[in-house]
């Protein structure tokens, strides 16, 4: 029993260390995003406008949400390919109530809970039974997809409500609401990851499952809360979409999962679980944002950010699988 509790600490994270430990655990990603940050500004000119910076912080906002999540069920050793369609079911049923004359702090928090309820479903479904998460939460991704599509009949909702359409599309001062949301939730994801028990326990899981039940964590418990919290930031993802674009749309979220999934393991965080943080998700997020950012600046065909992408994941998940390796052998197991 004392050993198996041992190896649940084993890949617990180091807390603090400053700069120096940021630069020395996140040290790939931090000079491939300056080399991205500084081919970009040569290669274009718009690049570095304030604008167009603020522009970016904004588009990759609603990516940061689903990603920050997806960092605490990836550090567990799950996964969840539903938020795409997470998105675009919120989405969905805070614009019909908003074009019913409810008022918008009711749709949001319908929104939301409808994310959470979701997301709980499936991971409720994950700790229950022995299926994979890939195939509980891509079936997911299917029903909603599916019901999204059947109740709207593939029509788009435009949306009105000044309140609404402020959620998304304002500012506080310059900064965009929607930045000022990514940062709560950064911080937020930080704090439950590096300063709570529930973070160190959701190591532990992703570390060894079986010792972390024999250390009496409730694994069952964690999970649940993981892919509900995954729901939640898929619903606020909906919103700021939706609000944004001041309409819903159906095909809203489609592929969102990928780039969530890229950003993450780019970031550090291992798919084989137990290993990652909140930090490189950052990083990671950012690369993604730039890069989208300026292929659209170099007038690329859009076609080709799915190849950049695809490109990117395959590299990230290279890198994971060749640094587990490394971890292994220095381990002698």
């Known amino acids: ?41 040569f290669a274009t000119d718009n690049f570095l406008s304030s604008q167009n910076l603020i522009n970016v912080m904004r588009q990759i906002s609603t990516n940061m ?4 999540a997806l960092t605490m069920i990836l550090i567990c050793g799950g996964i969840d390919l539903s938020t795409g369609s997470v998105m675009a079911f919120s989405g969905m049923i805070a ?24 997301g709980f479903v499936s991971g409720f479904i994950i700790s229950s039974t022995n299926l994979p998460p890939f195939i509980v939460t891509y079936s997911m991704q299917s029903i909603l997809r ?22 998304g599309g304002g500012s506080l001062g310059f900064i965009p609401w929607p930045v000022v949301y990514m940062i709560l939730v950064i911080i937020a994801t930080y704090m439950i990851l590096n300063l709570s028990r529930l973070g160190r326990h959701m190591y532990a899981t992703g570390g060894n499952v079986k010792a972390a039940e024999f ?3 409730r694994v069952k418990r964690i999970r649940r809360f993981i892919y509900a919290a995954s729901g939640t930031m898929a619903a ?12 819903m749309q159906p095909a809203l979220g489609t592929g969102m999962e990928m780039d969530a999934i890229a950003a ?6 291992s798919m084989g679980g137990g290993q990652g943080g909140v930090l490189g998700t950052v990083l990671g997020v950012l690369i993604i944002g730039f890069i989208n ?23 990230a998940v290279y890198l994971d699988d060749m640094k587990n390796k490394r971890m292994l052998r220095a381990t002698g197991k």
């Open 1 to 41: 029993m004392e050993k198996e509790k041992k190896n649940t600490e084993f890949k617990m994270p180091k807390m603090g260390g400053g700069l120096r430990s940021f630069l020395t655990q996140y040290i790939g990603q931090v000079v491939f995003l300056l080399l991205v940050f500084l081919f970009l500004s």
């Open 65 to 68: 949400y689903v990603s920050c």
């Open 95 to 118: 614009g019909f109530l908003s074009l019913a004359g409810v008022p918008f702090w009711i749709c949001a928090a319908c929104s939301l809970l409808a994310g959470a309820a979701v």
């Open 146 to 167: 599916g019901t999204v599509y059947v109740i709207t009949s593939a029509n788009v909702l435009r949306l009105t409500d000044e309140a609404f359409l402020e959620f």
């Open 215 to 217: 250390s009496g964590i």
């Open 236 to 247: 606020l993802s909906g919103l700021v979409y939706t609000s944004r674009n001041t309409s």
């Open 264 to 269: 993450v393991v780019l970031g550090g965080t």
């Open 293 to 315: 950012n300026g292929l659209n600046l170099l007038r690329m065909n859009s076609f080709w950010q799915y190849i950049c992408k695809g490109v990117v994941i395959l590299i």
